[in-house]
């Protein structure tokens, strides 16, 4: 079995400053984890994946995120916020048998302060 | 050209109807899902396909039915409509059966009145 937890329903930013959102996970078996973004009343947009290749991932749109298996973490940053990275977004971990759902962690809702 | 794609975008119904989601990738993937998004903005798996054939059927009420004519489309039928089926639903694809990356469509918020 799989889970996701996302610190933090809400996180506030200064436009500029760094982002951080974290993400933990429980998996069973090596995961493979992913990052969405969902803007309003859109659909969801992977932001980066992490594949058991490098530990650091690089994304879309400056996003960058990094596994770390001791502490079951793949926390999402960029350095510099943008008004435009105002939304929703989904941490989300595959790794059980067949045609895998991804599981989601609850969001973090990111708040971009001018 | 859009890759996945899904009709209605807005279906607003009474209770008791029975209703129809339709959702078509042209991707080409072979795996396709169905996912619920509740009003706290959870989302959940429901349903996954591969090459037509259903894997997932997590615990959802049976009037919910998928069918996948082919590969490239997976449509989502709800009988007997409830309040509680409101939420927006969105389809999505994957080449192939594992850990890989999923592509979503726009969605479809469905509202019962």
């Known amino acids: 079995a799989q889970s996701v937890t996302q610190l933090g329903s809400h996180v506030s930013v200064s436009e500029g400053a760094l982002v951080l959102l974290r993400c933990n996970y429980s998996s069973s078996v090596p995961p493979y984890l992913f990052w969405y973004v969902q803007y309003p009343n859109q659909g969801l947009q992977l932001l980066l994946k992490y594949t058991s290749a490098a530990t650091l991932v690089k994304g879309i749109n400056g996003f960058e995120a990094e596994f770390k298996k001791s502490e079951t973490s793949f926390h999402l940053t960029k350095p510099s916020a943008h008004m435009s990275d105002a939304a929703e977004y989904f941490c989300?971990?595959?790794?059980?048998?067949?045609?895998?759902?991804?599981?989601f962690g609850k969001g973090t809702h990111l708040i971009i302060q001018p | 050209d859009t890759a996945v794609s899904q009709t209605p975008k807005y279906l607003v119904t009474q209770m008791g109807n029975d209703k129809s989601i339709k959702c078509e990738q042209n991707?080409?993937?072979?795996?396709m899902y169905w996912y619920k998004q509740d009003s706290k903005k959870f989302l959940k798996i429901m349903f996954s396909?591969?090459?037509?054939?259903?894997?997932i059927n997590e615990t959802v009420p049976n009037r919910f039915s998928p069918k996948s004519p082919d590969k490239a489309h997976l449509n989502l039928h709800i009988n007997s409509l409830e309040l509680g089926d409101s939420a927006v639903y969105f389809c999505?694809?994957?080449?192939?059966?594992?850990?890989?990356?999923?592509?979503f469509g726009p969605g479809t918020r469905l509202t019962v009145l």
């Open positions: 991707l080409g993937h072979d795996t």
């Open positions: 999505a694809s994957s080449q192939g059966i594992r850990y890989n990356e999923q592509f």
């Open positions: 989300a971990v595959s790794g059980g048998g067949g045609a895998d759902g991804l599981t």
């Open positions: 396909y591969n090459n037509k054939e259903l894997i």
